[in-house]
Structure formats: C-alpha cells, structure tokens
C-alpha cells in the first residue's frame, strides 16, 4: 500500500500545486501551478529531487497533517507557524514524519503563500499533464479535513534535515517591469508616473493576480478600446478605472485591458508573496536587460542545491536530547599521571 498524506485540518486556501499546465493556452488554459513557482523549487533542493513535485499550497492559513509511511517534508514559502507534535520546527527546512506524527502548520508570519511538499510528491492522477489545482477552470478543489493524498516513495529517508537560506521575496520592494506591446499605448508622462508611485497590495487578490493600491487619483487609460490580447503572469493590466492589477499563475489567458508592462518572472515571487498592505514599486528596464536577467528553471535548482546545508538543531528544540549518546568514550581522571615520567 502507498503512503498517504492524511488532513486533520486545513484552511480556506489549501490546494496541491505542482509546476503547472504550460502549453495549454490554445485550449484556453492558463499554466496555474504554485502561486510562487520558486517554493516548489527550493524544496526540491532541500529534498535533492531531480526536478519539483507536487505539494500543498497553503495561502495564509495552514494544515494539520500525519503520514502513513516515514517521509521527508520540505517547508518553504510563506514563513508560517509550524510545529512537530507540539514542538516548534523550523522553516525552510525539511524534516521526517512517521506514522503517529502530528505536523500542524498555522498561520502565515510574512508572506502569503506556504509550501509542505512530500519528498515523494502528491501522487493524485495527473489531470492534462500536471496535479496542480486549477480553480478557475474547475480542475479539483481547496483540500479540506479529512482528505487523504496517495504519496510516492521517498527515495531517501534516512537523509538527515537540511536547510535552506532563501533570498527575502515576503516583505515587497522593487520589481522590474519589461516593456509589453501595448506599453506604448501609455504616454511618456502616465508611464513616468507609474513607475514612480509607491503601491501597495490591496486587499483584493487572489491566485488570479492582485490589485495595487495608490495614494494619488486613479491613472489615465489609453482612450478607445482593444481587441482582446493573449495575456499571461506578470502582465500589468490598466482597468477602465485606472487601477493596475499584476497578474498570476490561474489569470485567464486573454483580456482587453491595456498592459502597461510585465513583471519579469525572478519578481514574481515577490508579487504573489506579497501581504495586503504590502509596499512595491516599479522600475523598468528593457526587453534585453531582462532576458540578460533570466535563468531557466532547472538552473536556479541546480544553484539552489549548493546553497542547501545540513540544519543545525538548537539544543533547547530537542525534546528527547537525553536519549542521544553524546560521549564516545570515558576515562578515569589518572592517566596523566600514569604516562608521567618524573612521578
């Protein structure tokens, strides 16, 4: 029998995200996958897998879970509270469940959007290539209590705990945004402007992208209308009121909204982790600045896993320390004087 990955409870945003569908838009699907693409990536290298897995995202709000079989889970993402069978553990991090464990992962500390991923991944059947939750297409639904997701194998259980020193996306700030064709429909003076307003993330977001909230009136609209346009994450729409809103992974795949740029894909993260209330700002650069600033995927795991090292434990988290053999030998006190020539 498989292991499984049993919920004793778990929030209102609670979903399996893997890599996403990409390649789907002439069938009018948008990628989805993990709001924050980089998580999935970083627990593949906390749990040295060949490429990412499928997990549980987890938005604002966590879970309760146990396991069937030993297991390795990573923690990345929004940092949450978390605790192994009432003890406190670390995020960023990966960790052993067996049979019998609780892990119960609270409320979100900074960020929005929290990864537990299993190191034999969520085994549900795959749905048009992938296992992420598309929930604006209907393709499954929020996990609940009570749930229980066939795992594969972990390949290694015995590794020890490792850990990882993410780069900070949780807290907002800058995000370079690459010229889109429709940049050019906004004059020089709504561009400046844009690009030198301090934002911050609405209240209204969800995995289909985010509202951004300024000080100042609404912006300028281009004037006339669009033909809808093949639209995808990172794109900034202009709405008719003037309000930009930065799309995400389940946005739908064509809109005629004006786009006044893209958010290059290392700043997305930064978006989708991006608390309301939130800072961000805009800062352009070119269409060759930012492909000199992109790296493939499988490149940011490769470097991520020479910045994994084992996790060093905090004496006072270990509950059971006086079970662990921590002199290798004994001696009497004497020897010295033994091996004294002039005694």
């Known amino acids: 029998m498989s292991a499984r990955l049993t919920l004793h409870s778990a929030g209102a945003g609670v979903t399996v995200q893997d890599m996403g569908r990409p390649g789907a838009l002439a069938q009018g699907l948008s990628r989805g996958g993990a709001a924050d693409r980089l998580a999935l990536i970083e627990a593949a290298a906390l749990l040295t897998q060949p490429a990412p897995v499928a997990g549980v995202e987890m938005a604002l709000m966590g879970a309760e879970v146990s396991v069937t079989a030993p297991m390795r889970i990573a923690l990345t993402g929004a940092l949450m509270q978390a605790s192994l069978n009432g003890t406190p553990v670390p995020w960023n991090t990966t960790l052993l469940l067996t049979p019998g464990d609780r892990l119960r992962i609270g409320a979100v500390k900074a960020g929005v959007y929290g990864y537990l991923t299993p190191a034999g991944g969520i085994a549900t059947p795959p749905v048009m290539g992938a296992r992420a939750t598309h929930l604006t297409a209907g393709i499954g639904r929020p996990l609940a209590a009570g749930d229980s997701l066939p795992l594969g194998e972990d390949p290694a259980p015995d590794t020890p705990p490792m850990a990882l020193n993410p780069t900070d996306r949780l807290t907002g700030g800058t995000l370079r945004i690459m010229p889109g064709p429709q940049t050019g429909l906004f004059d020089a003076t709504t561009r400046d402007r844009f690009h030198a307003t301090a934002f911050t993330r609405a209240p209204t977001g969800n995995r289909q992208g985010v509202r951004l909230d300024q000080p100042g ?86 470097a991520l896993r020479k910045a994994v090292t084992p996790l060093r434990r905090d004496p006072h988290d270990i509950p059971d320390l006086l079970s662990y053999q921590l002199i290798s030998g004994m001696i009497r006190g004497d020897e010295h004087d033994e091996k004294d020539p002039c005694r």
């Open 217 to 302: 009136a609404a912006f300028g609209t281009t004037g006339g209308s669009l033909a809808s346009d093949i639209i995808q994450p990172g794109d900034v729409q202009m709405t008719g009121d003037g309000v930009p809103y930065v799309l995400l992974s389940e946005c739908q795949t064509m809109g005629g909204y004006p786009r006044i740029g893209t958010v290059i894909p290392a700043d997305l993260p930064r978006v989708a982790q991006a608390a309301p209330g939130t800072d961000l700002r805009f800062i352009p650069v070119t269409v060759d600045e930012a492909d000199a600033l992109w790296t493939n995927e499988a490149a940011q795991l490769k």
